[in-house]
């Protein structure tokens, strides 16, 4: 007969397979504890250093889907600006962070999860909508322009760092998706995934020790301006490794990660990650913190696009 210790541990280990194989990793609660344990595992200092400090702009609203981890990233992009001493950073909820005057102020921006509604997806229009009695017509002309805003704003030098869901911010738009690298299409369920280096020897991604990432994690698939490869792909997963896929992808190999040049600007995305839980990797803070050197200009790398001869064959 099973004990009540071993029926315990047999239940705790079904439910441990279920909440990693599943869609529901439980949230974590930003506490004292989960605050000291980012910043024990935060990289100390950048990977350029005697560097100005820059100024970052983190927009965190979203209108559509409320990614739990927006808090989170938050709390981690404080936690590298303390420690690093490289960053000065303003969090944002307003729209009106996108007058041209206003982006003015920061050296990049960090769309945090900005997820819109569908179908519609344009968060500036969703903001807009919420906030005023400004006709549709109206809206509609003051949220173009806010694209315009930032799109001129990173085209002029700016920096724009796109963490996981914000790819979404601005979905339909195919000049905004030129800019960025692509749109969302879709995601299966959450699983366990292998995501890989391009090139390991790739400044942005030394902190991976070429082994990669191994996490749960939502696996993204891209649409539009991706298919274009106008950009330098950093990390990838294999599509025949994943479960749930809603049709068979152009390509197994499927980016998750990359920067571009964009005019005289610069644009870094990663899809990792959706949750909490892979922030106390110390390999991925040092990505994000290389990822943030990147946009404001102070890590110099190749950016450029990746010849079709060049990427990965699987």
């Given at each position: ?201 790739h400044p942005l991604v030394k902190a991976f020790d070429g082994e990669g990432l191994i996490h749960v994690d939502e696996p993204y698939f891209f649409k539009n301006a991706y298919f274009n490869y106008n950009f330098r792909p950093l990390l990838y997963i294999e599509a025949d490794k994943l479960d ?71």
């Amino acid at each position: 007969m099973l004990t009540i210790k071993k029926t315990l541990l047999i239940l705790s280990f079904f439910i441990s397979i279920l909440t990693v194989s599943g869609q529901n990793i439980q949230p974590l609660e930003i506490t004292d504890e989960w605050l000291a344990e980012i910043a024990e595992k935060a990289p100390s200092s950048t990977t350029i250093k005697n560097v100005s400090i820059k100024k970052v702009l983190v927009f965190s609203n979203a209108t559509g889907f409320q990614h739990w981890t927006i808090p989170h990233n938050v709390e981690m992009l404080k936690i590298l600006a303390k420690k690093t001493k490289a960053f000065e950073i303003h969090i944002g909820y307003d729209v009106t962070n996108f007058e041209k005057k206003n982006l003015k102020k920061y050296d990049a921006v960090i769309l945090n999860n900005s997820n819109p509604k569908g179908p519609k997806r344009d968060l500036f229009w969703d903001l807009l909508k919420e906030n005023s009695s400004y006709s549709d017509a109206e809206i509609e002309k003051q949220a173009l322009k806010y694209e315009q805003n930032l799109i001129n704003y990173v085209a002029k030098g700016g920096g724009l760092m796109i963490l996981h869901g914000a790819i979404v911010v601005q979905n339909n738009s195919a000049e905004f998706s030129k800019m960025s690298g692509g749109s969302f299409d879709y995601h299966p369920k959450q699983q366990q995934m292998h995501v890989k280096e391009v090139d390991v020897n790739h400044p942005l991604v030394k902190a991976f020790d070429g082994e990669g990432l191994i996490h749960v994690d939502e696996p993204y698939f891209f649409k539009n301006a991706y298919f274009n490869y106008n950009f330098r792909p950093l990390l990838y997963i294999e599509a025949d490794k994943l479960d749930g896929l809603r049709k068979k992808p152009k390509n197994n190999i499927n980016y998750v990660s990359w920067v571009k040049k964009h005019g005289r600007g610069r644009v870094f995305y990663t899809s990792p990650s959706h949750n909490a839980q892979s922030l106390a990797n110390p390999k991925l803070l040092q990505y994000f913190l290389d990822g943030l050197q990147y946009v404001v200009g102070d890590l110099k790398c190749n950016d450029s696009p990746l010849p079709l001869s060049e990427h990965p064959k699987n």
